[in-house]
């Protein structure tokens, strides 16, 4: 626990309430003004509740049922490493398959686009970009790599 409280402006709150939901699962707001205190940053319930709209935070479903608050798009020179991308497909893919230089990975119902985000994020060589439905979503593979060598990448980061 940070031993003073630092005064923390509107931007550089948001920006750790975006870094501590990369790192943890939060699922209420009162769990995150929390974290945020942990890190020396005083925020009331009602401040957070504004900042996770502001965000744009949704709530998604994580493993065991449990819902967690997610922010489906963080700026793209966030890049996602590989262990974050890791985690989030072992606890949302549950599908791989590929056709010619698409990958479509299946996940549970509106689970989608937090995958579609960790992807775009990760900023890997060979994708071109991500399309999410709810609980779908088609990963675009430069032609000249194949969605088969791609699909086998993800399906080892599925861990299926």
């Given at each position: 626990?940070?031993?003073?409280?630092?005064?923390?402006?509107?931007?550089?709150?948001?920006?750790?309430?975006?870094?501590?939901?990369?790192?943890?699962?939060?699922?209420?707001?009162?769990?995150?003004?929390?974290?945020?205190?942990?890190?020396?940053?005083?925020?009331?319930?009602?401040?957070?509740?504004?900042?996770?709209?502001?965000?744009?935070?949704?709530?998604v479903r994580v493993a065991g049922g449990e819902s967690a608050y997610a922010i489906p798009a963080l700026p793209a020179q966030q890049v996602a490493p590989e262990d974050h991308l890791?985690?989030?497909?072992?606890?949302?893919?549950?599908?791989?398959?590929?056709?010619?230089?698409?990958?479509?990975?299946?996940?549970?119902?509106?689970?989608?686009?937090?995958?579609?985000?960790?992807?775009?994020?990760?900023?890997?060589?060979?994708?071109?970009?991500?399309?999410?439905?709810?609980?779908?979503?088609?990963?675009?593979?430069?032609?000249?790599?194949?969605?088969?060598?791609?699909?086998?990448?993800?399906?080892?980061?599925?861990?299926?």
């Amino acid at each position: 626990m940070a031993s003073h409280s630092v005064r923390f402006g509107k931007p550089q709150r948001q920006h750790l309430i975006a870094k501590l939901m990369e790192h943890h699962e939060v699922g209420n707001q009162a769990q995150l003004v929390d974290l945020l205190a942990a890190e020396g940053c005083l925020a009331t319930q009602a401040t957070v509740s504004r900042d996770l709209e502001d965000l744009g935070a949704i709530k998604v479903r994580v493993a065991g049922g449990e819902s967690a608050y997610a922010i489906p798009a963080l700026p793209a020179q966030q890049v996602a490493p590989e262990d974050h991308l890791r985690r989030v497909f072992g606890d949302w893919v549950v599908e791989v398959a590929h056709s010619g230089n698409l990958v479509v990975l299946r996940t549970p119902p509106g689970s989608a686009h937090v995958v579609a985000s960790a992807l775009d994020r990760a900023g890997l060589a060979d994708i071109v970009g991500t399309v999410a439905g709810d609980d779908t979503l088609i990963v675009v593979v430069a032609e000249e790599t194949g969605g088969e060598a791609v699909a086998d990448q993800l399906t080892g980061l599925a861990g299926l």
